[in-house]
């Protein structure tokens, strides 16, 4: 037997993310949920763009260069433990979070992996459930 309150999710959490770390390095992700009302406003936003302006047929890049301003802030909630390119062990050197700079990530096309695993990760229902965050808040 199973209850609804099993399976619920934390509408909070949608909006404000959770903390997501990316594999294999020690960068931290706050990543909202695809469904939450804000990141589907930018999204209706950016179509609505695309439509004044004919543009029916884009490619992946062009499509994932319009949404990366979409994703960023309103799905891309912040970053810790990103480091600039020329940061050293000596000298070490961070990359704030800014919509700017996550734009900027977004757009990089050498970066797509990170581009689809924020959007796989923010597509993840499992990890905004009640259940899930019980034991991770004030966990960041």
Do not use: C
Request: zero cysteines; glycine letters at 8%; charged letters at 30%.
């Amino acid at each position: 037997m199973a209850k609804f309150g099993e399976i619920a999710t934390d509408p909070k959490a949608e909006m404000e993310g959770t903390w997501e770390t990316y594999p294999g390095t020690d960068m931290q992700f706050l990543i909202g949920r695809t469904s939450s009302p804000k990141y589907e406003a930018a999204i209706r936003t950016v179509r609505k763009k695309t439509r004044n302006r004919g543009q029916d047929e884009l490619t992946e890049r062009e499509s994932k260069d319009l949404l990366a301003g979409a994703i960023a802030g309103n799905l891309l909630l912040g970053w810790k433990n990103v480091e600039a390119e020329d940061s050293t062990v000596e000298n070490p050197k961070y990359i704030d979070f800014s919509v700017t700079a996550a734009v900027e990530k977004l757009r990089d096309p050498t970066l797509h992996d990170w581009y689809d695993w924020v959007l796989t990760k923010g597509r993840d229902g499992d990890r905004f459930r009640k259940e899930a965050l019980a034991g991770t808040v004030g966990n960041s």
